[in-house]
């Protein structure tokens, strides 16, 4: 395995949550369970779920994200002048048999000034570090997130009548989040973004535009953004970026190769690794790795975490090797297209499932890479 992030087998972050967390969370929003109750039964969970990833051969380490029921608002919202609200529009996520899954997601609104008013994973970090003998992996959501899915209309005018001081304030917040993490002995932080998978849609290209912003400079913007947040992390902190095209119930939003964006992206972002989906024809041909420059890595999203069969050894590594033809073995690593449950609901697979896609995970990368 690769010694420093992004590892050779890797995966996204989150993981189902086991039927007695979930029953605690419910109890705790329906007013029967103290807030101490309900941390010290995530703790004893993410304590087993520490001892299964090492056990499976992992080596970056998440909690799992079983604090959280979303995988962005749960850290959005603790932002000072962030607001979110639920209930105010219903999306639609599609499935490959053609079914659809209805989905009320929440709607974030910036309504004051923001600010990084206290740590937001510290807290978490300390625990899961306590737990790992590997390295402890925190994922959060990427600034982006605060931006694209209300654009202007999500963002106070009489607050930030000027969108570059809203830019300035989310990024120095992010800066001051990762500060506090380092402080803590994070070396490993991952940042989620649907936004830019979502802008390899032709649909959701065309209705960006539609709404008055330009998919190019969107961007430009979005990386902008990372390396303005990154940009007091230390030397021994690995930094990776997830793109998600959607992970709700096995259901999806967007479609499209990387092509639109794939440049930009690669080029510009001034971080040390990609996770990109690439588990079916949605997520177009391996061509767009072309652009990958040498200091950089892609973790392969080769596998599926939207369905239980586990992909044979056979397909991932003849996959592994069309994606050589445009970007060096040394460079690439493998993984899932998305975390097993992006939101408490979790996908359509078991825990079972999950356990065994990700120890042939781990086998295919040993098999291609080797085991250092």
Not at 44 to 57: F, M, P, T
């Amino acid at each position: 395995m690769a010694k420093v992030p992004p590892y050779r087998a890797d995966h996204v972050g989150s993981f189902l949550r086991p039927a007695r967390l979930a029953e605690a969370r419910e109890k705790f929003f329906d007013g029967k369970l103290a807030a101490d109750e309900l941390r010290s039964i995530e703790d004893e969970c993410i304590a087993e779920l520490v001892s299964k990833q090492e056990q499976v051969g992992l080596k970056g380490i998440t909690d799992g994200e079983f604090r959280r029921t979303f995988f962005h608002v749960d850290f959005l919202e603790q932002l000072d002048g962030v607001n979110v609200s639920y209930g105010e529009f219903s999306a639609k996520f599609r499935k490959d048999d053609g079914t659809e899954v209805g989905f009320r997601p929440p709607t974030i609104h910036v309504d004051s000034k923001i600010a990084h008013g206290y740590p937001i994973q510290g807290a978490d970090f300390d625990f899961l570090k306590s737990k790992v003998s590997q390295t402890p992996k925190v994922c959060i959501p990427a600034p982006s997130m605060l931006h694209f899915r209300g654009g202007r209309k999500g963002i106070s005018e009489t607050v930030y009548p000027d969108l570059e001081q809203f830019y300035d304030d989310l990024t120095t917040a992010y800066a001051d989040e990762i500060t506090d993490l380092a402080a803590r002995g994070c070396q490993y932080l991952q940042m989620d973004d649907t936004n830019l998978a979502y802008l390899c849609d032709p649909e959701i290209r065309q209705s960006t535009i539609d709404r008055g912003d330009d998919p190019d400079e969107l961007t430009h913007l979005y990386c902008k953004m990372v390396n303005d947040a990154i940009r007091n992390r230390p030397a021994n902190m690995a930094i990776t970026v997830h793109l998600c095209r959607g992970n709700f119930k096995s259901a999806w939003v967007a479609q499209g190769g990387y092509e639109p964006v794939a440049d930009i992206l690669l080029n510009e972002m001034n971080i040390d690794g990609f996770f990109l989906e690439y588990d079916d024809e949605r997520s177009g041909d391996f061509a767009p790795l072309r652009f990958l420059p040498k200091d950089k890595q892609v973790v392969l999203g080769l596998m599926s975490s939207k369905v239980g069969a586990v992909e044979s050894s056979e397909e991932i590594i003849k996959r592994i090797n069309e994606a050589a033809e445009y970007a060096p073995l040394d460079q690439l690593s493998l993984s899932h297209q998305c975390g097993f449950s992006s939101t408490a609901h979790g996908n359509d697979i078991t825990e079972d499932d999950q356990w065994r896609k990700l120890e042939r995970c781990v086998d295919v990368a040993r098999e291609v890479w080797g085991d250092d």
